[in-house]
């Protein structure tokens, strides 16, 4: 069976998939939501392409915003089948975050953000960036309950600076079917960095969620369920075991 994995972005951890996780786990897939160290774009690709290819099954890899540029690296692991974006970051080669996003006019995040220092294991320092607390709920999450966001707010994992800047070094759009999810409203990606990105790499198709935020698995949670499973079926046409 194809195993359905979901990679997270900055600013979240595994829990902020929850509703999109339960959906496919009731649907009977199999499921896996590793935890991401958001530290680096080489670390953190590098970890979920070891993660990936523990599991010695067929893979089809999901990442949401920032996620996505690490599943655009750790997608070329030889199991994994596709590849599913959600208002994420499809990077080619040689190209970072920061690049990616320059070329289009900010969205509301950037004036959001806070930045801490954090001990490397040598001794020397780097930044963490997360989005300040107070606007999380209106850049981030706007529809979403707020009972749920209040929560998700104060339990961010934060995202190094450096992931920003370095860049992808590999593309796996390229060599696997991919599609894209575009969240029309978001404030944290905006949505012509999306939709140029799954352009580019030739995704089989792109679905556009009208109003949806950032954390469109938490407010329309059907939709990407919907996306993935159209993606599991053209990547491996089997049943789910109930």
């Known amino acids: 069976m194809t195993v359905i994995v979901l990679v997270h972005g900055g600013f979240l951890d595994a829990a902020g998939w929850a509703p999109v996780t339960r959906l496919l786990l009731d649907a009977g ?58 208002a994420a ?68 994992r934060p995202l190094s600076a450096l992931a920003f800047s370095e860049v992808a070094s590999r593309e796996a759009w390229s060599s696997r079917p991919a599609w894209g999810l575009v969240a029309a409203a978001d404030r944290a990606v905006h949505p012509d960095v999306q939709r140029f990105g799954y352009a580019r790499a030739g995704v089989v198709r792109t679905v556009e969620v009208a109003g949806a935020p950032h954390l469109v698995m938490h407010r329309d949670p059907h939709a990407v369920v919907d996306l993935i499973t159209e993606a599991l079926h053209h990547v491996a046409p089997e049943r789910p075991s109930a």
Do not use: K, W
């Not at 970890?47 to 599943?71: C, K, N, T």
């Open 29 to 86: 897939h199999d499921v896996r939501v590793p935890a991401v160290p958001n530290r680096s774009l080489v670390g953190d690709a590098l970890h979920v392409r070891g993660f990936v290819e523990r599991l010695r099954a067929p893979v089809l890899l999901v990442g949401h915003a920032y996620g996505g540029a690490v599943v655009t690296v750790a997608g070329v692991a030889d199991n994994v089948v596709g590849l599913v974006y959600v």
């Open 89 to 156: 970051f499809a990077l080619q080669e040689g190209e970072s975050m920061g690049q990616l996003q320059g070329a289009f006019p900010d969205a509301d995040l950037a004036a959001n953000l806070v930045y801490e220092p954090f001990v490397l294991a040598d001794g020397t320092y780097g930044t963490d960036v997360s989005v300040s607390i107070d606007a999380f709920p209106a850049v981030v999450a706007a529809g979403v309950d707020p009972a749920v966001v209040g929560v998700l707010a104060v339990a961010q």
